[in-house]
C-alpha cells in the first residue's frame, strides 16, 4: 500500500539536532576513528553521571559506576546475563517493551509476568509485586516511562514499591530511555533515589528518545560498581566497545542539549493532548498517559479483538497502529498508537480512524 498512515514506530519524528550532528561530523572530519575504552570514553561517562545528578540527583561515578553500550538494549541485556541464573525469577510488568521476556530467557531465567491494569493507569502496585514474590526471585524490571501505554510511576509508588523489594532483597533493572518525555508537571524520579534502592537498582537509559538519536545507537547503564564491572566484562568480550562517533556527539548532547528535549517535548505534549481526546471522543476510551509518546485506547467496544481491528484497520483506512498484544496477552483490547509524528499525520490518521468507528457503529 502506497498510502498508508503509521502510527506505529517508536521514533521521535525529529531529526538529530544540528548542533549534535556536526559534532559527530566534526570528530568524523578529524579522524578521531579509532576505538574508544571499553567502558565509553571518559568525557562521556562523566557528563552521564553529571547528567543524573543535574537531573534526577542523584550520584554516580563516572569511571566505575557508568558503562556506555551500542544502544539501551545492550545495556538490559548485559544486565539480565550478569544478574540472573539459571532458574531465577524476573517479574516483569506488563504491557512493556517485547525484549525482557525474551533476554529473561536467554539469560537461563524465567519470566513472572504481572498484569498492570487500566483502571490503575497501568502502574505496578506494590501488592501485585508482593503476591508475584517467591524464593526464586531475583530481578524486577521497571519499565516507566512505559512502552506501550504512557504510563508513569509517581515518587509514593516507587516508595510503595521499594519496601517490597527491600523485605526481599532484590535486585531491579529500572529502564528510563524515556524519563524526559514526561508531562503536566510529572517529572520523572528514578527509583534509584528512593532510600535503599541505590545499591540495588541497574538504571538504563540512552540518546535515541529524548535526543532524537535512534539511529547512532548508544545507550549506557548506570549502577552499583561490583555490577557495572562484571556487565563490563560482557560488554568488552561481545562488543569491545561502543560507536566513537555517537559518542563525541553524545558529549555535545548532554553538554548543550537541554533546550532541545525542551523543545521536543513540548512538541509532544501538543500531541499527546489531541490524541487522547480524539480517541475519547471517539468513543476509544483513553487514560491520559504523562510518559513516553504512546497512547494506549481501549477498543473493546468495537466487539474486536485487537489483532482484528489493527488488521481491518490498516485494510480498510491504510492506518497502520499496533496490537496491545504485542506487549503481553493483559493488552487484549488496546492498541498502541504513537504521536511521535508531525500534527498533519496525526490528524490525518485521528480523521480516517474516527470515519473507521463510525463505519463499524453503521454495520459496514
Known sequence: MDDVISLSIGEPDF??????REEGINSLKNGKTWYSPNRGFAQLREEIANYYARRFNISYEGKTQVLVTVGGSEA????FRCLVSEGDEVIIPEPSFVCYEPLTHMAGGKAVIINTKAEDEFRLRADDLEKAITDKTRLVVLPFPNNPTGAIMEKEDLEAIAEVIKKHDLFVL?????CELTYGGKNHISIASVDGMYERTVVVNGFSKSYAMTGWRLGYALGPVPIIA?????HQYG????PTTAQYAAVEALRNGDPDVVNM?????????????SFNAMGLTCFEPYGAFYVFPCIKSTGMTSEDFCTKLIMDKHVAVVPGTAFGECGEGFVRVSYSYSLNHLKTALQRIRDFIEEQKNGN
Do not use: C, F, G
Open 15 to 20: 531529526q538529530t539536532p544540528w548542533h549534535i
Open 239 to 242: 562488543i569491545m566497545s561502543a
Open 174 to 178: 529500572s529502564d528510563e530511555i524515556y
Open 76 to 79: 538490559i541485556d548485559l544486565a
Open 230 to 234: 562484571q556487565m563490563t566484562k560482557l
Open 265 to 277: 517535548r513540548n512538541e509532544y505534549d501538543m500531541r499527546r493532548r489531541l490524541v487522547v481526546d
